[in-house]
């Protein structure tokens, strides 16, 4: 099994990127996708989370109205798009897959290796 996730870099504040998770070697369609992120000097926090269906998406406080996670299970891939960036969404974003939605790191059973996203002031 493996997550890819990628499109992080540099933007200024006020800025967008689009992420992309990857999958392979799992049945995609089965697993609610998580995203995560660890910013310099803290623990991993939860972001976003996708039901298996896509119907359903959670957003912790502080993305609410500027990220929005989405997937396409035909291309086995997940997406978190994030506007209005400010730099303390500054981190190392993270998906990952579970059979449970949940926003406990522990409830994954498999996860992507990270990409950096830098928001400059």
């Known amino acids: 099994v493996q997550l890819q996730a990628s499109g992080g870099g540099l933007v200024q504040a006020g800025g967008s990127l689009g992420l992309s998770c990857a999958a392979s070697?799992?049945?995609?369609?089965?697993?609610?996708i998580g995203w995560f992120r660890q910013a310099p000097g803290k623990e991993r926090e939860y972001v976003a989370a996708i039901t298996w269906s896509g119907f359903n998406t959670y957003y912790v406080d502080s993305v609410k109205g500027r990220f929005t996670i989405s997937r396409d299970n035909a291309k086995n891939t997940a997406y978190l798009q994030m506007n209005s960036l400010k730099p303390e969404d500054t981190a190392v974003y993270y998906c990952?897959?579970?059979?449970?939605?949940?926003?406990?790191?522990?409830?994954?059973?498999?996860w992507g290796q990270g990409t950096q996203v830098t928001v400059s002031s």
């Open positions: 070697g799992l049945t995609f369609s089965r697993y609610n």
């Open positions: 990952a897959a579970g059979k449970s939605l949940s926003y406990y790191q522990r409830d994954y059973d498999y």
